[in-house]
């Protein structure tokens, strides 16, 4: 979970208005066209212009002053994620027979804002934030392949960082048995969360996907999990993630490329 906790806290996003999310998240298919890409490999495509504004200026301004501002949305993202926080120690102090011990609530773990010295500055209603402020992020345990009653008949499945190749998982690495769910502690995480691998093999790292069904997990992978207001965000944030390994992966070939010719 550190390791999740820490690889979500240092992802640092924009956080559009909420009239600006549905134009910033094309489809798939236009956001990866290797024509886009060469373009941005060649200089073409300013970067700059766009973490600026300066690409749909035009759009915004047609939109008219949006309903809530970037902020906006973040506080009320945040505050929403405390009272779900509250409510699960709640019932969690009652299913113990416990009244809640002295200054609970103070033991809230602040989700990590980013550090936004040297960032661009942002548009109007725009502003810097991380995956740790707007989902829950969690992880998952390899369960010993060892102890046959840990995978043997077992009906929940499970999900490796290798089923991250497609941008929706539909089908689980395996299957792990309650025991198994039990004494590793595995979380099972709903259809609709976001995987990214956090380490893996070959080019695995980086890569991200949506669960198409509910599954556990293993410890390579971040489960970014979206609730009430933070919902409107998933699609952006999926959009942050792939593009990012597209563009990490065209700096690779630009660099196996380079090495081959010289």
Not at 26 to 47: I, S, Y
Not at 142 to 158: A, H
Not at 167 to 191: G, H, I, K, M, N
Request: with cysteine; hydrophobic share 40%.
């Amino acid at each position: 979970f550190a390791r999740a906790r820490r690889f979500s806290a240092s992802a640092t996003m924009l956080a559009p208005p909420a009239t600006d999310l549905d134009h910033a998240c094309g489809p798939a298919d236009e956001r990866l066209d290797p024509r886009v890409v060469a373009r941005v490999l060649n200089g073409v495509a300013r970067l700059d212009a766009a973490v600026e504004g300066a690409l749909t200026t035009d759009w915004r301004a047609a939109q008219g002053k949006p309903k809530e501002t970037g902020a906006e949305l973040l506080q009320r993202i945040l505050a929403e994620r405390r009272v779900r926080w509250e409510q699960k120690q709640l019932a969690k102090f009652a299913e113990q027979g416990k009244a809640p011990s002295k200054d609970w609530q103070a033991k809230y773990p602040e989700p990590v804002a980013p550090e936004a010295t040297g960032l661009p500055q942002l548009p109007d209603g725009w502003i810097w934030t991380t995956v740790d402020q707007l989902a829950s992020v969690g992880t998952g345990v390899t369960p010993l392949r060892s102890n046959r009653n840990y995978f043997e008949g077992g009906d929940i499945p499970w999900t490796t960082s290798g089923a991250l190749n497609d941008e929706v998982v539909s089908t689980p690495s395996a299957y792990v048995t309650q025991v198994a769910a039990s004494e590793c502690r595995l979380d099972l995480y709903p259809a609709g969360t976001l995987l990214v691998a956090m380490y893996g093999e070959g080019r695995t790292r980086g890569k991200c996907a949506e669960l198409a069904f509910t599954s556990t997990i293993n410890q390579a992978i971040a489960a970014i999990s979206f609730e009430g207001s933070s919902l409107s965000m998933k699609p952006y944030v999926k959009t942050f993630f792939l593009d990012s390994y597209a563009a990490s992966e065209s700096r690779h070939l630009v660099a196996s490329n380079r090495t081959s010719i010289f």
